[in-house]
């Protein structure tokens, strides 16, 4: 994104270091747009917690602090929601804005915005106002502002509205990027049946485009802004060693900095509430309040269909043209179609459509929907009930949403509205006229099964397929890897408390890597390859074959099990499937199914030849990789990381790192033979038992602070390597106790 920046603003010094003093020093305090006067208490981490006397006050004093701790990410979230990425970095973006546009999240704000509750609308208006009063009179923006030469231009209700339908992205489109060019081979009807029953992860590769690849980063904004992954768990009293319901959810996002989190507490008369927030979006998407607490994991649903719009009568597509200004250069002009089944996604410069072909995008998020006032009822609610009733209006993304109160009662809900289709597979591009009445009926959260107070007394939720439904839920799923895990782990202890919840957000054991490499070393055994392995070979198969399948990041034996992998896959499937072939399967393919399954059905002497030389290829890999670590990074950098020469002013941590594609503590990677960086996955987490209002922990991979050089831009790293957490209380005499910087807020 940030490839066409300006060299000598690059080049402008960073803002001088700042402690928490000397930031907090900046927040204004005084003629404040508030109808009384408010308290605000910050910790040592610049996490704060709100104290207000209305409702009004609490939200624009929400808006101030988004504003002081983000503004620089939101506004950038702002530009990208918008199409507007040209005019912070030039002319190299211009075809992604131009996908961006096409898109248009803002497709439904209007009519979003004229449907808004009062007290909704009241609460968004006051946080506008928070923001746009802190941005107009702060002297010292940040530093975004002027590398990117931004405006201090006014926040508006669209706006928020734009950038929470940007932040519900349909991971579903990831798919479809991946595979849209391969449509043209013979063996597409085959490939896509495949993909359909097979469908595992629709993100292997979110994160990991370096540069120069629109698509690659158009995949990796929606992949890693939106709420794509997640774990989350509930459990009962009879299993916990107090006797008192927990909580505990880790968001998978994407690596980046600032983390796409904030931390704060608030409380008013209709909220008390703590958690974290997503940057310009006033309400908590994962904490609890007194009574309840909440967490959740991205459905997966099918939110969205492709429409074969060539079909469509004639003068059914509209036609506007767009300006796309341009930083540093002559502004461009865009032709965006329309139609009444969603836009036409196939004029995407990014998607190099085939000849002819007119493709509509359907998508729940372009119709009006409610989510800003589901999640305020959501924070506000009590008890089950009025959780489930607060969901009524929610529709985008689709969320597992997990439940625990402090009266000991857990549960789950599906959080969706989606369309009543028909039973079975679906094609991958649909017939407006055929398929289309489906979307006329769309089923609410009443519609999809629930889970409350479950005979196991857990409840765990990992983007896993749901149970079977008349009505199908989604197509693509994440695989089994991560539940299996964390049920096992969950059965295996009657009396779980804080530490072991801690163990389980922190587990790097793959079950989908140990059933792969048990289907190779069955394998070598049953083909009698050991003996015919170079030295160096065997010692490899050794590795693995005396591995437990922890991804530690001190451990050799990952090296060898993914090196052998990657070059197994290499070997065995690109004769039968072609390169595209390949990463469509890596891409969306079940591993821990469909490769021990294909070891087993397929000729001894392709397997044999494939995994002979995958483990003679891994012989240099491990040479090269002492530990998994050494090979497995994790870098935080801001998105100006990315730019050539001076990128690495703007990279902030970079260390070897635990984890895998289907861990708990997930690092998202491709499989590869090389060193690489994660670039997606559990970069937050919460635990909260329910016995106790304090007793809530929190920690982000990166910290509170979006503002360069702040000592609390990176300080909760170490915490996140380490497994510590942020302690958060609901009580207020323990929040002014604990968090000792206090200030008071004046109106005008």
Same mark, same amino acid.
């Given at each position: 994104?940030?490839? /066409? ?53 609490? /939200? ?27 005019? &912070? ?13 096409? &898109? ?21 208006? #006051? ?59 013979? $063996? ?8 359909? #029953? ?40 009879? #299993? ?35 958690? %974290? ?9 994962? +904490? ?9 994991? *991205? ?77 305020? @009822? ?35 809900? %599906? ?17 407006? +006229? ?97 003996? @015919? ?33 990657? *070059? ?8 039968? %499937? ?13 591993? /821990? ?23 003679? $290829? ?11 670590? $050494? ?118």
């Amino acid at each position: 994104m940030a490839a /066409a920046v300006n060299g000598r603003s690059l080049l402008a010094p960073l803002p001088a270091k700042s402690d928490v003093a000397a930031r907090l020093s900046a927040f204004p305090c005084e003629n404040l747009p508030l109808e009384g006067e408010v308290d605000i208490h910050w910790n040592e981490q610049q996490v704060p917690f709100v104290f207000a006397e209305s409702d009004g006050d609490a /939200a624009v004093t929400l808006g101030l602090i988004h504003a002081h701790l983000r503004l620089g990410q939101m506004e950038l979230m702002r530009h990208i929601s918008q199409g507007r990425i040209s005019e &912070l970095a030039g002319p190299f973006t211009t075809e992604l804005d131009h996908a961006l546009r096409i &898109l248009n999240f803002g497709r439904a704000t209007a009519g979003i915005e004229a449907a808004l509750p009062a007290d909704t609308r009241l609460w968004l208006e #006051r946080f506008i106002t928070g923001i746009n009063h802190y941005q107009s009179t702060v002297s010292d923006l940040p530093h975004e502002y002027r590398l990117f030469g931004l405006e201090r231009k006014p926040w508006s209700l669209a706006d928020i509205v734009t950038v929470g339908r940007l932040a519900a992205s349909d991971v579903s489109w990831l798919i479809w990027f991946q595979l849209w060019q391969l449509r043209v081979r013979d $063996d597409w009807p085959e490939l896509w049946r495949g993909l359909l #029953r097979e469908g595992g992860n629709a993100l292997t590769d979110a994160g990991d485009h370096e540069s120069g690849d629109e698509l690659g980063l158009l995949s990796d904004l929606l992949g890693g802004m939106s709420r794509s992954g997640s774990n989350s768990i509930a459990v009962a009293p009879a #299993r916990t060693k107090n006797g008192h319901a927990w909580i505990a959810s880790d968001p998978h996002l994407g690596f980046m900095l600032p983390n796409l989190w904030l931390l704060a507490g608030v409380k008013s008369p209709s909220y008390h509430m703590v958690g %974290m927030m997503i940057p310009g979006l006033p309400f908590v998407a994962v +904490g609890r309040n007194q009574d309840i607490a909440w967490g959740g994991t *991205n459905l997966r649903a099918a939110s969205s269909d492709l429409f074969d719009a060539s079909k469509l009568p004639p003068g059914k597509i509209t036609q506007r043209e767009e300006k796309i200004g341009v930083r540093w250069w002559f502004d461009k002009r865009v032709v965006v179609r329309d139609s009444a089944q969603g836009p036409i996604i196939s004029d995407s410069p990014l998607l190099q459509s085939l000849d002819h072909e007119t493709i509509a995008l359907r998508w729940a998020g372009h119709g009006v929907s409610d989510e800003f006032s589901a999640m305020l @009822r959501a924070n506000r609610a009590r008890n089950w009930d009025e959780f489930i009733t607060a969901f009524e209006t929610f529709s985008i993304s689709a969320q597992n949403m997990v439940y625990a109160d402090k009266a000991g009662n857990i549960g789950k809900l %599906m959080a969706a509205q989606l369309p009543a289709r028909k039973p079975g597979f679906p094609p991958f591009l649909h017939d407006p +006229g055929d398929d289309a009445a489906a979307w006329d009926q769309m089923i609410g959260v009443r519609g999809w099964p629930m889970s409350y107070n479950p005979e196991a007394g857990y409840i765990a939720s990992a983007n896993n397929r749901p149970p079977p439904t008349e009505i199908p839920v989604g197509y693509f799923f994440s695989p089994g890897s991560r539940i299996t895990r964390m049920t096992a782990l969950l059965e295996a202890n009657q009396d779980i408390t804080f530490e072991d919840l801690h163990a389980l957000q922190t587990d790097v054991l793959e079950p989908t890597a140990i059933a792969i490499n048990q289907a190779f070393i069955e394998a070598v055994e049953r083909h009698g390859l050991e003996d @015919r392995l170079s030295p160096a070979a065997r010692a490899v198969f050794q590795m693995i074959a005396g591995w437990d399948g922890n991804y530690h990041a001190e451990a050799p034996e990952p090296v060898a099990f993914e090196a052998a992998f990657f *070059n197994f896959l290499r070997r065995f499937y690109t004769p039968r %499937m072609g390169e595209e072939g390949l990463h469509a399967f890596t891409s969306a393919a079940d591993f /821990a199914r469909t490769v021990p399954r294909d070891i087993k059905e397929s000729d001894g002497a392709i397997v044999s030849q494939a995994l002979a030389g995958a483990l003679e $290829d891994a012989v240099s890999v491990v040479n090269k990789f002492s530990t998994w670590g $050494d090979m497995h990074r994790l870098r935080l950098r801001h998105p100006l990381g990315v730019v050539p020469v001076v990128g690495g002013r703007f990279t902030a941590a970079n260390f070897p790192s635990g984890g895998s594609r289907q861990t708990v503590m997930k690092t998202n990677h491709v499989p590869t033979d090389k060193k690489h960086f994660a670039g997606y996955g559990s970069q937050a987490r919460h635990i909260s038992d329910m016995s106790d209002p304090d007793e809530n922990y929190f920690v982000l991979l990166g910290g509170q602070d979006g503002w360069l050089n702040s000592t609390t831009f990176v300080d909760q790293v170490e915490q996140w390597r380490a497994g510590e957490y942020v302690k958060i209380p609901l009580r207020p005499e323990s929040v002014r106790k604990s968090f000792t910087r206090s200030m008071k807020l004046k109106p005008n």
